[in-house]
């Protein structure tokens, strides 16, 4: 029974379908749920340091329970994305009600959307994959697919990284730079895999063609069915969505830089090149992505068995709670530069 806490990623949804259902003030729940309820259980709760065993981590990976908890997201976003798309054309919404079903279907496209696509984005099999670029779509952020494991698993924690944020950079900032730096490196990398198996730009290999043809499609598709406030309600959501995985890359990696060797060549990705979480509660409901030290060290593990390094730099928060402190940078900058190791720190 205890597999089953991953159910708890769920409830980002589940609060969301009431904020749908009952609007009002009730249109603010999930953000409150994120960013408030969360951060208030993460305080309570334990940190559980603890990893699995051999055995347990064996019995894990037989257990296809922890792949179909993934797969149960797609439909659940894509039904609650419909939903809410049917409550804008046919309810009249006042301007505040708007905004803040916005906010909350955003918030389940970055956290049961992209964050899902991510895990499957890594697995081996095609079929896998597939479902995670399903999940990106509503996102409008396909290219994270190359970008992401084509880029960011290379670069992590170097200047080149257009998803590592440096230090005392703000996540204001941050939010610019790795959006647009993170789609023009989606294009070169995708460029630079056609050119290596002697493919045209207009191959029916181009990945990042299909993803803007699929994206433009979707957006058509949600203003013919749904009209312009369906359109307009489409584009932001996918914009909070976004900015949401944005406010997760900037805490995931802040100021940590891999240190150059003699050769010039960076030193290979470490468990020291990840901030890590071990709070039960941001742990389940992001499916372990917060264990990101582990993440990056042994990229192909699932997350049902990533582990906990001691020397990996640890967060005095959750990933929820240190998101609403990012947006806060002073507040940010006093609890997090002084855990930056010194060596790390480059003018």
């Not at 203003?223 to 995931?252: H, K, P, R, W």
């Amino acid at each position: 029974m205890k597999d089953l806490k991953y159910l708890a990623a769920l409830t980002i949804p589940l609060v969301a379908f009431i904020g749908l259902y009952y609007k009002g003030i009730f249109s603010f729940l999930t953000p409150v749920y994120a960013f408030v309820i969360i951060p208030v259980l993460e305080l309570i709760f334990p940190i559980d340091n603890s990893n699995v065993t051999d055995v347990e981590s064996k019995n894990r990976l037989k257990n296809r329970l922890f792949d179909w908890l993934l797969y149960l997201n797609l439909p659940i976003v894509y039904g609650l994305l419909i939903y809410a798309l049917m409550i804008i054309k046919q309810t009249p919404l006042e301007t505040y009600e708007f905004v803040g079903l916005i906010i909350s279907i955003g918030i389940v496209l970055g956290v049961n959307g992209i964050n899902v696509a991510h895990e499957l984005g890594h697995r081996q099999t095609t079929n896998e994959r597939f479902l995670g670029k399903l999940l990106l779509l509503p996102s409008l952020y396909m290219h994270f697919y190359i970008e992401h494991n084509y880029g960011h698993h290379l670069h992590a924690a170097t200047k080149e990284d257009p998803a590592t944020a440096r230090y005392n950079q703000t996540v204001y900032s941050f939010w610019i730079t790795s959006i647009f730096r993170q789609y023009v490196s989606a294009w070169k990398i995708q460029k630079k895999l056609l050119k290596n198996n002697k493919l045209s730009f207009l191959s029916l290999k181009n990945d990042m063609l299909w993803y803007v043809s699929l994206q433009t499609m979707y957006l058509l598709i949600v203003y013919l069915v749904f009209d312009y406030l369906g359109f307009l309600f489409a584009l932001l959501s996918a914009i909070t969505g976004f900015i949401l995985l944005e406010t997760v890359n900037y805490i995931e990696h802040y100021g940590l830089l891999r240190l150059k060797t003699e050769s010039g060549r960076y030193e290979r990705v470490k468990e020291i090149h990840s901030w890590n979480s071990n709070h039960v509660i941001g742990r389940i409901v992001l499916y372990e992505l917060t264990r990101h030290s582990d993440h990056h060290y042994k990229t192909s593990k699932k997350y049902q068995i990533l582990d906990c390094h001691d020397e990996s730099p640890q967060m005095p928060y959750g990933y929820p709670t240190s998101m609403v402190l990012a947006m806060v940078p002073p507040i940010w900058f006093r609890v997090m530069n002084k855990r930056v190791p010194r060596e790390m720190i480059v003018d």
